[in-house]
């Protein structure tokens, strides 16, 4: 058999491979994880199939697959291995020239930064640890940790944890506001607020200066003027059982998966995309702000907060079992897909891209091209650049090859 026939053959096999399963869920087993826990299994023996498939010399295969999973399952001595790790980065020397970013302290404060530079084009995190050890990064699942997020083995204050809540003090709720609906999101108030003082991370100074910084009870925010100029404080946490309980329950996140068939929907869901959904802050969102405080109520600098990893791990492995379920389907953003309410300032001409849709700018503004599966994804100086269909599949094999469990 030729090289050409071969991949036709994988080509066809994997394009006709079984359509996402029909689930049947109790509203009990939706509220209480119980429907997401399946969701997830399938998710694994489905990415297995398609790592054990391999295709035209692939590097992933299912004896390859590397692990990620849920925070509190990792054993003390992993848990406190990962907390070394981020703290090496802490103390690492930066890799950018400090006359042009003086925050730049440290390898961490290099991964605010990129963020920070790329907020308004890109959301992209990388594999920030192979610098200081070999960990697989972990997720929080948020469903488990709604009732009382202070009480998570992820914020408990503990050894084994990554740091406490911030000490609390009076204040009103954020008020964030969305231009497109026309509309303020008032949220109510968490339960600190103050600097983390309990934990591996109570001592952890913050380098990188606020760019959009919601304030109390206001729909402004604050900003310094020269964000990479050096802005020592404490980190502050602000965490919010009330936010959690809204936007990031296991019946969010099950909604989220098995309510939205085309990529366009699922996206703009999970991000609480203003131009689709008004009112809400989607899982995505959601996580930051019950997490909240400063650096992670600021969407350009929230990488200073240390859980910001484990919340996108959580984004990351909620959008793998839902390209899981039907991965030769998902991966094609349809119009007929979209509900009938949804009215959009846009058309559908040319959004027949697999894999990937939206523009190359924060919510098209200002307005630009559609990105496509060629554009690169650039993190230098921490990472070569790479193009985006390379990231795609968590099976796909060199740079990815892990599965949720």
């Known amino acids: 058999m030729t090289a050409a026939l071969k991949r036709c053959v994988w080509l066809l096999a994997a394009l006709t491979a079984a359509a996402a399963p029909a689930f049947n869920f109790t509203q009990v087993a939706i509220d209480n994880g119980e429907a997401l826990a399946r969701l997830n299994a399938e998710a694994v023996r489905a990415a ?58 440290s390898l961490f404060d290099d ?4 963020h920070l530079n790329q907020t308004g ?55 964030i506001p969305q231009a497109y609906a026309n509309a303020t999101l008032r949220l109510e108030p968490g339960s600190g607020g103050g600097c983390v003082g309990s ?7 913050v380098h990188v200066g606020e760019k959009l910084l919601w304030n109390y009870g206001s729909p402004t925010a604050g900003a310094t003027e020269r964000p990479l100029d050096d802005h020592p404080r404490c980190l502050k946490r602000d965490l919010n059982g009330h936010v959690a309980r809204r936007y990031t329950s296991f019946r969010n996140t099950t909604s989220l998966i098995l309510e939205n068939e085309g990529i366009e929907m699922f996206q703009a869901v999970m991000q609480g995309d203003d131009r689709y959904v008004a009112g809400e802050l989607g899982v995505h969102g959601g996580g930051h702000y019950t997490i909240a405080g400063n650096p992670g109520s600021d969407p350009y600098i929230s990488p200073g907060e240390p859980v910001f990893y484990l919340h996108h791990a ?43 849709f939206g523009t190359l700018t924060l919510q098209n503004n200002p307005p630009s091209r559609n990105g496509t599966l060629d554009d690169v994804v650039d993190i230098s100086p921490l990472g070569d650049p790479i193009q985006l269909k390379e990231l795609l599949s968590t099976v796909g094999g060199s740079p990815l090859c892990y599965v949720y469990e």
């Open 48 to 105: 297995k199939e398609l790592a054990g498939r391999g295709g035209p010399n692939s590097t992933c295969t299912p004896d390859q697959l590397r692990v990620r999973r849920e925070w509190r399952t990792l054993p003390a001595e992993e848990r406190k291995a990962y907390i070394a790790a981020v703290q090496c980065l802490q103390s690492s020397p930066s890799l950018i020239d400090p006359s042009t970013a003086p925050a730049a302290k």
């Open 314 to 356: 959580q984004v990351d492995r909620v959008y793998w079992i839902w390209q899981m379920l039907d991965f030769a389907n998902r991966r094609v953003s349809r119009p007929d897909m979209l509900p009938a309410a949804a009215v959009l300032p846009v058309t559908y001409a040319d959004r027949l891209e697999k894999d990937v």
């Open 121 to 175: 084009i890109i959301h992209n995190t990388a594999n920030f640890l192979l610098s200081c050890g070999t960990c697989v990064l972990p997720y929080w699942e948020w469903g488990l940790d709604v009732a009382d997020p202070a009480a998570s083995p992820v914020f408990d204050g503990s050894a084994t944890s990554m740091g406490g809540n911030g000490a609390f003090f009076p204040h009103e709720g954020l008020r």
């Open 111 to 114: 991964f605010v930064i990129v």
């Open 199 to 205: 934990g591996p991370f109570a001592n952890m100074t």
